[in-house]
C-alpha cells in the first residue's frame, strides 16, 4: 500500500471542465437530484426525439432499468453528422499502422461518408434493424467504420477480438444469431500476420446463419473466397452511396452485444441499448480525460474489448474529438513505439493497461527517455489493478511528474468508466481509482450483504443504476439477474473486492469470483478448464490464477491425466498449444501441473482456495483441510508445485 499523495496542480484545476468544489456540487446533484441531474447531461448527444422520461426500474425482481426511455436518436448522428458544420474537414480518426511508416488521418466528412457507404452495403444485403453483425477485423479503421455502420441502419454489431480462436468466433456468432460477418484477409501485429479470414472459414463451417461475409482487404493477401457468400469490402463500398439517412432508434433499442467471461459457463452476450450507453460514454470520456476541442487522443485498447468500443470510437467521436487507432503492439519495431507514436502525432492524452505499463518499465528508462513526449497531458491506466510500483513509474518516467494519472475501474458491464480520479479535481493516491464519477453510488457489502459504513473492506457493489449499465444478457435475461443482483438482493455485484480508506477511496483489490484477470483480459476459469478436458488425455482440469509479474495474473492449470497416460513436457506443450487452439492465445495457461489427485471436499467440490495458495507459494496457511476427501492430496500437490 503506498499513500503518498499527489495533490492536484493549481494549473490543472484552473484548465479543467471539473476542479474539486465542482466534482462535489455535480455529484450531491447526482444524488440529490438525480433525474434532474441526467436530464441535463442527456443533452450532450444529438436526439431526434429529446426524452421526457429519466429513469425506471431499479435492481430488484426483474432488473427491468431503462433510461430516456421515450427519448429517440440514432448513435451514428452523435458521432459523425452533428460534427460536419463545424468540424468537418477535422481529423476524426488518426490510424498508425504496425508499420512505423504507414499512418493515415480520417476527417470527420470522410468517416461519415465511409461509414454511409458501408451501411448502404449492409442494406443492400438485407440487414435491416435488430439484426446481429459479427465483427472480426484487426485495429483498422473499418473497425470503427463497421460498429458505426451497424448503428446506423439499427444493427447491433457483437465485435470479436481478432485473437480469439475459430471455436470461440462461431460460438459467439450462433449465441447472437448474427446474419453477417465483417472480416478482413488477414491482419498485421508487431510485424507478423494473423490469419483472420481463414479463421472464419473455420469458424463458419458451424456457422450456417451466417449469409454474408465482407472481407477487407488489409494485407492484400491471398484468402479464399466462398462465392455466393464472401463479398469484397472494399469492391462493394467504392460502388455504393456515401449518403445513408440514420434509422431512427428508440433509447432503449440495443447497439451492441459485447461478450464477457464470468465464473460460470460460456461467455455472456453483454447486451447495451442506446441512448443511455451514448450519454455515458459522451460524459465519462470528457470528463475523466478532461477532453478539450484540438486534443489528440489515443487509447491503445484493441476495439474488440469494451475498453476500445467506448473510448476508441463512441466517446471520443461523441465529443468530436481526434482519436489515435494504433494496429500495433508496445514493442514493435522497439520498446519505445509508444513514445515515438506520441511524439509523431503529438499525443495530448494516452490511456493504456498496466500491463503494457509494467512490461516496457522491463525494458528500462532509455527507450522512453530517447522521446520527447512534450504534447503529454494527461495518463490514464485500466483494465485492471495498478500497482504503485508501475503506477510511480508510469508518473515519473513517462509522464515527467507532469501528467495526472487517471485509474480508470469499470467493467464491460458497466458501459464506461464508474470509479476514477477526474484530473483537475482529484488528488492521487498511487494504486487507488480514487472516487465515484457523479451518479454513481458504490457501495461495500460484508458477506451477509450488509452496507459496510467508513473504511471498509469487502464487495464492491452498486446500489443504483446508471445510464451506461448493461441491459441484459443477450437471450437469457434470467442469467443477468442470476449473475449480477442475485448474490446481494438490491444490489449490482461488481465480482471485485475493494476496500474504501478514511478518505473515501476506493482500492480495487481485484476479482472475487472465478475470473481471472490476464493482461487487462477477462477470461473465466471454467472455459479454460472445459478447454482442457475437451483433450482426450485430460480427465480433469482445475484452473487459477497466480501474481505474475507482467500479466498482473497468469493461468495456472492442475490436470489430472487419463488412466494409462503419463505426464510428459511434450503433452505439456501439446496442452497448452490445444488451449490456444480452442480460446486463443490469451487463454494459453503459464504453468500445467500433473496433479494426480485433486483436493476435494467430501461432497466432490474442488476446494480453489488451497489450489490458488499452492499456485501463489503460499503454502505456509493452507487453512483447513480436515473436510477434504483426502488431505494427502496436498501434500502431493505442495511438494510438486510448478516454479
Ligand atoms: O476486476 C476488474 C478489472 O477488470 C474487470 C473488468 O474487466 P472487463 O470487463 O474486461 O473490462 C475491462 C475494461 C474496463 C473488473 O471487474 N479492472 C478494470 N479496471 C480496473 C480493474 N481493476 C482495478 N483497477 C482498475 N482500474
Not at 467440490?605 to 496436498?634: C, F, H, Q
Request: aromatic fraction near 8%; glycine fraction near 10%.
Amino acid at each position: 500500500m503506498h499513500e503518498e499523495l499527489f495533490p492536484v496542480k493549481p494549473e490543472v484545476a484552473a484548465a479543467a471542465h471539473i476542479n474539486a468544489e465542482k466534482y462535489q456540487q455535480l455529484y450531491a446533484a447526482s444524488v440529490s437530484d438525480p433525474d434532474g441531474f441526467w436530464a441535463t447531461e442527456a443533452k450532450r448527444i444529438a436526439w431526434i426525439k429529446p426524452p421526457t422520461q429519466i429513469l425506471s426500474g431499479d435492481f430488484t425482481g426483474d432488473v427491468q432499468v431503462k433510461w430516456f426511455e421515450d427519448g429517440t436518436l440514432n448513435a451514428s448522428v452523435s458521432c459523425l453528422d452533428r460534427h460536419l458544420a463545424e468540424r468537418g474537414d477535422q481529423v476524426a480518426i488518426i490510424w498508425e499502422s504496425d508499420d512505423p511508416n504507414v499512418h493515415e488521418h480520417v476527417t470527420y466528412r470522410d468517416l461519415h461518408a465511409r461509414v454511409c457507404r458501408l451501411a448502404n452495403v449492409l442494406k443492400s444485403l438485407g440487414v435491416q434493424k435488430g439484426d446481429r453483425v459479427c465483427i472480426y477485423l484487426p485495429m483498422v479503421v473499418e473497425a470503427a467504420v463497421s460498429m458505426l455502420a451497424c448503428a446506423r441502419i439499427g444493427a447491433i454489431h457483437t465485435v470479436v477480438f481478432g485473437g480469439f480462436s475459430p471455436d470461440s468466433l462461431a460460438g459467439r456468432i450462433q449465441d447472437a444469431g448474427c446474419r453477417v460477418l465483417i472480416t478482413a484477409d488477414e491482419g498485421r501485429r508487431g510485424g507478423r500476420k494473423v490469419a483472420l479470414k481463414a479463421n472464419a472459414d473455420a469458424a463458419l463451417k458451424q456457422c450456417p446463419g451466417v449469409e454474408h461475409v465482407l472481407v477487407a482487404s488489409v494485407t492484400g493477401g491471398k484468402v479464399e473466397m466462398t462465392a455466393p457468400r464472401d463479398k469484397s469490402y472494399n469492391e462493394l463500398c467504392a460502388a455504393a452511396s456515401p449518403e445513408c439517412e440514420p434509422v431512427e432508434m428508440a433509447a432503449e433499442d440495443p447497439l451492441f452485444i459485447l461478450y464477457t467471461s464470468g465464473s460460470t459457463g460460456k461467455p455472456k452476450g453483454a447486451l447495451h441499448t442506446t441512448g443511455g450507453y451514448m450519454v455515458w460514454a459522451s460524459f465519462t470520456h470528457q470528463y475523466v480525460f478532461d477532453y478539450k476541442p484540438g486534443e489528440i487522443y489515443w487509447c491503445t485498447a484493441d476495439v474488440g474489448w469494451v475498453t476500445g468500443h467506448t473510448y476508441i470510437v463512441y466517446g471520443p467521436l461523441a465529443n468530436g474529438a481526434t482519436t489515435l487507432m494504433f494496429e500495433g503492439v508496445p514493442s514493435y519495431p522497439d520498446a519505445s513505439r509508444f513514445w515515438q507514436v506520441v511524439d509523431k502525432h503529438k499525443v495530448n492524452i494516452f490511456y493504456t493497461a498496466p500491463t503494457a505499463i509494467r512490461s516496457l518499465m522491463r525494458e528500462g528508462e532509455a527507450p522512453v527517455h530517447s522521446t520527447s513526449r512534450a504534447s503529454l497531458r494527461l495518463l490514464g491506466s485500466v483494465g485492471e489493478p495498478i500497482n504503485p510500483e508501475a503506477w510511480l513509474w508510469y508518473h515519473r518516467v513517462v509522464g515527467d511528474h507532469r501528467c495526472p494519472i487517471v485509474d480508470t475501474w469499470w467493467q464491460t458491464e458497466t458501459g464506461g468508466i464508474l470509479i476514477s480520479p477526474l484530473p483537475g479535481a482529484t488528488p492521487l493516491k498511487p494504486g487507488s481509482a480514487t472516487l465515484p464519477l457523479p451518479g454513481v453510488q458504490p457501495v461495500i457489502l460484508d458477506a451477509d450483504g450488509r452496507e459496510l459504513e467508513g473504511a471498509a473492506e469487502g464487495n464492491l457493489c452498486l446500489k443504483r443504476p446508471w445510464p451506461g449499465m448493461m441491459r441484459t444478457v443477450f437471450g437469457d435475461h434470467p442469467r443477468f439477474v442470476q449473475t449480477y443482483f442475485s448474490t446481494f438482493k438490491g444490489y449490482y455485484f461488481t465480482g471485485d473486492g475493494a476496500r474504501r480508506d478514511a478518505d473515501g477511496y476506493y482500492w480495487i483489490t481485484g476479482r472475487v469470483d472465478d475470473v481471472i484477470n490476464v493482461s487487462g483480459h477477462r477470461m473465466g476459469t471454467a472455459e479454460v478448464e472445459s478447454a482442457l478436458v475437451a483433450h482426450p488425455k485430460v480427465a480433469e482440469a482445475a484452473v487459477v490464477g497466480f501474481p505474475h509479474d507482467i500479466k498482473g495474473q497468469g493461468i495456472y492449470a492442475y490436470v489430472t491425466l487419463t488412466a494409462g497416460e503419463e505426464p510428459s513436457e511434450e503433452l505439456r506443450k501439446e496442452l497448452v498449444a490445444w488451449v490456444r487452439k480452442e480460446i486463443g492465445p490469451i487463454a494459453a495457461p503459464d504453468a500445467i501441473q500433473w496433479a494426480p489427485g485433486l483436493p476435494k471436499t467430501r461432497s466432490g467440490k474442488i476446494m480453489r482456495r488451497i489450489l490458488r495458495k499452492i499456485a501463489a507459494n503460499e503454502t505456509d496457511g493452507l487453512g483447513d483441510t480436515s473436510t477434504l476427501a483426502d488431505p494427502g492430496v496436498v501434500t502431493e500437490l505442495v511438494e510438486n508445485r510448478v516454479r
